[in-house]
């Protein structure tokens, strides 16, 4: 995938190429098929993510567009996330374990989560792909619709797939979709 200059980070000290051009499109070619090396790259990045203890807490319900699976997690997504998002190749579910087996509860479960999360990402910029990581989604459709247990817990859906500047979306996330990348200041974020 090439950035556009307007999305690459702007930072105070370079970055890995990686992490400064790494951004979340709604833009998806609605033609492209994930191939299966491809998706097992992206979820043995997310399998050996670090975690306490070494729990590896997360748990995934990978989906590809046109099977069941990717209708009904697209189904749960809030009306702005899923107008685009029905393009994506793939929609995963990113949950955490938040009780062990013992039902103890896993407080950092949503940490390790996340970083898992964010190592599926990079892999998939380097493999030229993009995520679009969603808060906005129906938890309890999502909980029903794959029967899970109380003990895990959806986060987020990242939309996987190839990105495609041409991709007709309604106005309002054109706009966003072509404005330039913003963060706060290091000093806004960074105590001590």
């Known amino acids: 995938m090439t950035t556009p200059a307007d999305k690459r980070a702007v930072t105070s000290v370079p970055l890995l190429p990686l992490l400064a051009d790494r951004w979340s499109p709604r833009g998806f070619d609605p033609d492209y098929v994930l191939s299966d090396d491809e998706l097992t790259a992206l ?4 399998r050996w993510a670090p975690s306490a203890a070494n729990n590896q807490p997360w748990r995934m ?39 062990d087996d013992e039902d103890r509860p896993r407080r ?16 998939a910029s380097a493999l030229g792909l993009v995520v679009h990581q969603m808060a906005g989604f129906d938890v309890s459709v999502v909980r029903e619709s794959f029967d899970l247990p109380p ?31 913003t963060r706060m200041p290091l000093s806004d974020i960074v105590w001590g």
């Open 43 to 46: 979820l043995e990045a997310a």
């Open 61 to 99: 319900i990978v989906s590809r567009r046109g099977d069941d699976a990717f209708g009904l997690i697209n189904g749960s997504l809030d009306d702005g996330n899923r107008v685009w998002a029905q393009y994506a190749s793939a929609l995963i579910v990113m949950a955490a374990q938040v009780t």
């Open 108 to 123: 950092w479960a949503w940490y390790d989560a996340g970083q898992a999360a964010a190592d599926l990402t990079l892999q």
């Open 151 to 181: 003990s895990i817990e959806p986060i987020a859906v990242l939309a996987l797939g190839r990105w495609d500047p041409n991709t007709d979306l309604p106005d309002q996330l054109k706009e966003r979709e072509r404005a330039p990348r």
